[in-house]
């Protein structure tokens, strides 16, 4: 009696099998989608294209912000450097927030430092950050041949 209700079972699951697989082929259509109750959708991308690098222009703003000469924080140098800098980020369309800090050195001396930030694009949600800096410490660290510097 037992084999019987285990075929028995056995059965109607193969039944039931068959019948949801005839079911789901029912409901699609012959371009594999889900028939009247499929919904078309239109994939739209939006194709990016970089910008060419260009290494000689790469090494123009290089040369031009070396040229400045030491960009030493408190110097001539440092000070029209960094303007330099600020005005080329708006040349280049950017929205320019120039960062004013004075800091103290280890040895006691004020430090008057910025960080420029240039933004393009600010209300997008996805953009690239980049970092970079472009003045020249005061001293140098554990330098045995100009340790006063």
């Known amino acids: 009696m037992e084999k019987k209700e285990a075929r028995g079972r056995m059965n109607r699951v193969v039944i039931l099998g068959v019948l949801a697989g005839f079911i789901a082929l029912w ?13 078309d959708i239109d994939v739209v991308t939006e194709k990016i294209v970089a910008p060419e690098f260009s290494s000689d222009s790469a090494y123009y703003f290089i040369e031009k912000q070396v040229a400045f000469g030491p960009r030493v924080p408190n110097s001539e140098e440092h000070e029209k450097c960094g303007v330099w800098l600020a005005n080329e980020l708006r040349r280049f369309g950017a ?5 004013e800090v004075r800091s103290k050195a280890f040895n006691g001396k004020i430090l008057n ?9 600010p209300d997008k949600k996805k953009r690239v950050m980049l970092y970079a800096h472009w003045d020249t410490r005061p001293f ?8 006063n510097e």
């Open 27 to 39: 409901g699609c259509d012959e371009s594999g989608g889900s028939g009247k109750n499929s919904v």
């Open 113 to 121: 430092l910025s960080n420029i930030v240039g933004q393009f694009n």
């Open 140 to 147: 140098a660290d554990k330098d045995s041949v100009r340790s």
């Open 95 to 99: 929205e320019v927030i120039v960062q």
